[in-house]
């Protein structure tokens, strides 16, 4: 029997992901990517042990961790005054309780420490400056359309992201929509930084129909930045610059110091809409799957996105790998299993979402139910997503 031939749209973190996935099962790939080089987009994220593990299994521990900050703990705090609310703590505790640590990486070091895995595999080819604008199936084969040119494979993977191109090639794909929130986001040099804001701990400020994450990336050297307010905003592409002067209108108003002090700063903000894709439509037509934010895109309240990319890279892979001539029968199998845990995953952050940006007596009642807990039960909430292990959700 010959090998399958798996095509992939989008060199982002699922579809490189899934591409080392694979070859890490002994099944080459081709990825295609629009952008004719890979700069340094976006700014930092989290990932969690649920994804680093994965990571690691793909041999990537050590560019991980050369990379990677690893927090002591997650403070919530008030966005108006500072004043702390509870302290889950992370460092050694998150690595004993779900064998792995929890890293800060920038975007931009992730994808690139995977694109360094993938330039060094040769089961995987990399196409860059490949623009996908289109696809067809039939029983025996699926055709990626890139640039006019037609490239035949047993399996098409969309890991193309929430305005993806393959999206409209299986029926019943739920489309993305604006959540009615932006994320601002920038990274401050350390040098300019707040002096009493930590630098080994991820900072979350909570306010009125707002929130702030603050945490540390590439070593500690930047401060990276993220405001989320809700806002009716929908550019036509992923960002757009963003004017401060916004940011300090909204805050002014609310009489909120604290996160004044940086929207204060000279700095380059980036306006991003925050959008979504309900799990609950498809992901799979016959020899054709979307992963990731083609899949599921969900708001950021949990910092999962990333995380649940990577896990369907995973679980992508192994049911190809064990797909044999039945390609459609896995993909089906990929859905089954992936679907359940995204979805509730989505939820969760949807309700995290609300929860963050309450105000008046509810957010009082919020600040004292959470000291009233502590961090280490806070923490313990969320075991069934850092404590997942590939395979544990089989269907």
Same mark, same amino acid.
């Given at each position: ?64 961790? *050369?990379? +990677? &900050?690893?927090?002591? #703990?997650?403070?919530?705090? =008030? /966005? @108006? !005054? ?84 393959? *999206?409209? +090639? &299986?029926?019943?794909? #739920?489309?993305?929509?604006? =959540? /009615? @929130? !932006? ?97 609950? /439509? ?114």
């Amino acid at each position: 029997m010959r090998p399958l031939r798996v095509g992939i749209a989008g060199a982002g973190i699922a579809g490189l992901t899934t591409a080392l996935a694979l070859a890490h099962r002994g099944i080459g790939s081709t990825v295609f990517e629009r952008a004719a080089k890979l700069s340094e987009v976006g700014a930092g994220l989290q990932v969690s042990p649920n994804a680093g593990r994965i990571l690691e299994g793909l041999g990537l521990t050590a560019a991980l961790d *050369r990379a +990677a &900050v690893l927090p002591e #703990a997650i403070d919530m705090r =008030s /966005g @108006r !005054t500072g004043e702390p609310i509870v302290t889950l703590p992370l460092g050694e505790r998150a690595r004993a309780a779900y064998g792995a640590p929890y890293r800060l990486v920038h975007r931009a070091d992730l994808q690139a420490l995977l694109l360094e895995a993938v330039d060094a595999d040769p089961r995987i080819t990399l196409k860059l400056g490949a623009e996908v604008t289109g696809s067809r199936q039939s029983a025996e084969a699926a055709t990626l359309v890139v640039d006019g040119a037609a490239h035949e494979f047993d399996c098409l993977v969309a890991g193309d992201g929430v305005r993806s191109t393959l *999206r409209s +090639a &299986v029926p019943g794909a #739920a489309p993305f929509k604006p =959540s /009615g @929130r !932006t994320a601002w986001r920038t990274t401050i040099p350390i040098g300019i930084a707040p002096r009493d804001l930590p630098h080994q701990r991820t900072t979350v400020l909570l306010n009125r129909a707002a929130h702030v994450v603050i945490y540390p990336v590439r070593g500690g050297r930047l401060i990276n930045v993220i405001v989320v307010i809700e806002e009716d905003w929908d550019g036509p592409e992923w960002s757009a610059p963003g004017d401060a002067a916004v940011l300090r209108r909204r805050f002014d108003a609310d009489s909120t110091r604290f996160v004044s002090r940086f929207t204060g700063l000279d700095l380059q903000w980036t306006r991003w809409c925050l959008t979504e894709v309900d799990p609950r /439509g498809s992901w799979v037509d016959g020899r054709i799957a979307l992963i990731g934010d083609a899949a599921h895109a969900m708001v950021p309240f949990l910092a999962q996105g990333a995380a649940m990319a990577i896990e369907d890279a995973d679980a992508l892979a192994t049911v190809i790998a064990t797909a044999g001539n039945s390609v459609p029968e896995a993909l089906r199998r990929y859905e089954a299993i992936r679907r359940p845990r995204a979805t509730r995953v989505w939820k969760t952050a949807r309700q995290a979402g609300q929860i963050y940006h309450l105000g008046g007596p509810m957010a009082v009642a919020r600040d004292m139910t959470m000291t009233a807990l502590g961090g280490a039960s806070l923490l313990k909430r969320y075991d069934w997503i850092y404590g997942w292990q590939p395979g544990q959700d089989a269907a």
